[in-house]
């Protein structure tokens, strides 16, 4: 199970802690509710960016978990039961909301943490908007699936499925009371490499709803990926921290 100390989550921590000034920065997790077959939460995307979220908060030490966005764009998945979803322009008016009201307390520095594939688009409209407009600074996570796999194979086996491997060793180790690992089962992986990503249902591209072999999932994988992640963007956050959160050379190495 993920450590619980120090708190870090908004919700969880009594206001006489947040008189001491010691926040300036936020992380806010968005994910989803939708089906991920019987072996997996609906919200295992929430459970994967809250985790995701609070690990890079305690490294850091000065930043806070907002309250997760836990309904996301999820409009491909209505097919299952149950399924939640939000209009890509709500969702983008949700982050830019909640970003206003962090600016009004002075923090003006928010990375958006998403765990699944509908949101980053609504995420980087909000984003662009606050930069343009408020003059904020905002960063995105997403893809933890993708850069876990390129930072921990050929150690671990990473898989890019949906209620597959990699995101039920999340769940197990974020969330273990949440999971039924015993009706994990070996599914056909899901071939992603396509030249042009089509806007459809999901129902059209994994008929069962999920893919993946469930079966090699592990509390332990689910330690290694958060470790990695961790391993990776902190050290680029303490980074914009020394820059002021400002895009220069340093980011593409190119000299004049």
């Known amino acids: 199970m993920r450590p619980s100390e ?11 802690v947040m008189e001491d000034g010691r926040y300036d920065k936020a992380f806010l997790p ?13 919200g295992t995307d929430t459970i994967a960016a809250e985790a995701i979220a609070e690990a890079f908060a305690r490294e ?70 606050l930069s343009q407009e408020r003059d904020m600074k905002v960063a995105i996570f997403s893809g933890w699936q993708g850069m876990a796999a390129r930072l921990l194979e050929p150690e671990w086996e990473i898989d890019g499925d949906h209620g597959g491997q990699s995101e039920l060793s999340m769940v197990l180790y974020a969330a273990p009371e949440t999971a039924k690992p015993e009706l994990a089962t ?14 459809d249902t999901f129902d059209g591209t994994v008929p069962r709803g999920y893919s993946g072999d469930a079966t ?19 050290p680029f956050i303490r980074e914009l921290d020394a820059r002021g959160w400002k895009r220069g050379t340093w980011m593409s190495r190119i000299e004049d």
């Open 6 to 16: 120090p708190e870090v989550r908004l919700e969880y921590l009594c206001g006489e």
């Open 60 to 129: 850091l030490g000065d930043a806070l978990v907002l309250p997760p966005i836990a309904v996301g764009v999820s409009h491909h998945h209505l097919p299952w039961k149950w399924t939640l979803s939000l209009r890509p322009d709500t969702l983008t008016l949700v982050i830019k909301d909640i970003a206003e009201s962090l600016l009004h307390h002075g923090i003006s520095k928010l990375v958006v943490v998403t765990a699944h594939d509908g949101n980053p688009g609504p995420a980087e409209s909000a984003a662009r908007i």
């Open 30 to 42: 968005v994910g989803a509710t939708e089906y991920h077959g019987p072996h997996l939460p609906y």
């Open 216 to 234: 090699k999932a592990s509390a332990e994988q689910g330690a290694a990926i958060i470790q990695a992640l961790v391993d990776t963007v902190v």
């Open 186 to 199: 070996a599914q056909p992986e899901q071939f992603t490499d396509l030249p042009l990503y089509l806007i």
